[in-house]
């Protein structure tokens, strides 16, 4: 996965919950994980239009105390189902994880970002750096990226695809422990 | 000491389910709990060696005194915000009669038919950005964009836990005012008293040990509660009982979620003690005088 992307901001306020805004919530309790079927309700609880409007490479904005709640993952995979990044002020602890976990490419702690993009910006971040272009004012920001491991496992599109990397690279390289 | 009187090895023995129930389910989960307290996690699992590292580590980082400390905060004000609503609810149903009385009891214990975790899910949709109270205030014009604080946040949790553990201070309350000699109302009638007069000093000192007896049900609920902040709690908000889930459930680190169990329930028994001592260890525990 490439961990620069640029497309339009879509910039969502404070207080986004998992449950209810980013996703409804009956498909945390059905435990439903299938991007398929939640890319297209994503958002839908703050705008219902949203799956349709937006496009791959396209940067999710969010204030304070971002994905809040029950840390289910649906809304997480819904973000990646769509191939968006996410830029936030702050996010909860376990949605912090289910971001890795989803391979979504997150800056998880961007001060005062709400303030400086609008909806419709055409917006550039590195993932890996850490630095955010706003091309429509010009403007340009330095926030504190991921760690290498935890972009590692994001690059590997998630905790899953990560793990059957490995287990494909060990079966590749014989390095299956031999039969005592 | 006459025969009847005589405790004989029948009367021993017909105690005896009991105690093995207790030693079963009560006795040796808490040894356990204990035990395993002192021993060491890795990630190769549990290391059954004794060891103070999770005490050490719950000393050593000041954010657990500070959920402790949040923890009981919000155990007292739901208690009290539980009395709150509890008590006019308990002197409506005692003052009912017949077939009146029998449904609003029914009614009160209606949505507890249900389990926790869903009447903790139904406010969700009633605070939720979309919920109940947005999509009224929007409609009636008063607001023009959807509250987004009225969910994941302190209030919220208090709210969840008031609403789910109403019922454990509103029967004790409701039992003791229902059995409440109405002669002594109306000798203070008769007296000349006046409606306050009459519950300050006849209604209240009557039904106080059902009402220490229900604060305590309610307080040693909401120590405990995990659930209720989980789901309608910010990260602000979070309980003890999260974060003693959170090292059983996701960080597998089982000895440091014990070390905290063993102190939440040294502050919880340290506090009933406190109040054993002011307000009489019958009227926390069995409700009477």
Redesign the interface.
Known sequence: MNLTMRGRCWKF?????I???MMP?EFALKRETNPAVLGPYLMT??DPDFPKKVKPGDIIVGGK?FA???PHIQGLIGISAHGLGLVVE?I??GSYRNAINAGVPFLPNCQGVSAQVETGDEIEVNFATGVLINHTRGTQFQYQPLAASQLEIITAGGWRAQLEARVTAMRVNDLRPSPP | MSEKQKPGISGGWLVAPAMVWLALFALAPLVFLVTVSFWTASMFGLTSSFSLQSYASLAGDSIYIRVLGNTVKIAILTTALSLLVSYPIALFLASLKGKRKMLFVILLFLPFWTSYVVRT?VW??IL????LINATLMSMGIIDRPL??L??NEGAVYLGLVYVYTLYMTLPIYLALDKLDPALIEAANDLGASAWQTFRKIILPLTLPAVWSGCTMVFLLCCGAFVTP???G??SSQMFGNIISSQFLDAGNWPLGAALSVVLMVVVMLSLYLASRRFGFQSLFMGRH
């Open positions: 306020g404070d207080n986004v919950g449950d209810g805004d919530l609880g703050i105390r809040q709640g029950n702050s909860q602890r | 899910f969700m949709p939720g950005r979309s919920g987004d604080n969910v994941f989980r789901l309608l910010g990260p």
